[in-house]
């Protein structure tokens, strides 16, 4: 069973930054799409940011572009989201996926508060 694993959530200000990884061991990472997803409270789930697996092109959602940034380490099978000029509507668990493998993390809590 595939495990992907989050980290680098936490409390942070408005205004301030945060560095979310995504360990993936087990598959062919470097062979599939990644994504970052977020769920706030009483909201629907959304796509945050993507990466592809060539050339890492990426997506993000309107709410976070010039914000954050997704990037990937193929030899480390690991993902990344750097958040930067976090809002408070930014708060929510980051979730880790896979999603042509269907593979989700635990997810990992962002608050950003003062």
């Known amino acids: 069973q595939v495990q992907l694993v989050e980290s680098g959530g936490g409390l942070v200000q408005p205004g301030g930054s945060l560095r979310l990884s995504c360990a993936a061991p087990?598959?062919?990472?470097?062979?599939?799409?990644m994504s970052w997803y977020r769920q706030a409270p009483g909201k629907e789930r959304e796509l945050v940011a993507r990466?592809?697996?060539?050339?890492?092109?990426?997506n993000y959602a309107d709410s976070v572009k010039g914000r954050f940034t997704i990037s990937r380490d193929n030899a480390k099978n690991t993902v990344y989201l750097e958040m930067n000029s976090l809002k408070p509507e930014d708060t929510a668990v980051y979730y880790c996926?896979?999603?042509?493998?269907?593979?989700w993390g635990q997810g990992t809590q962002v608050t950003v508060s003062s």
């Open positions: 990466i592809s697996t060539d050339y890492g092109s990426t």
């Open positions: 087990g598959f062919t990472f470097s062979r599939y799409a």
């Open positions: 996926v896979c999603a042509l493998r269907g593979y």
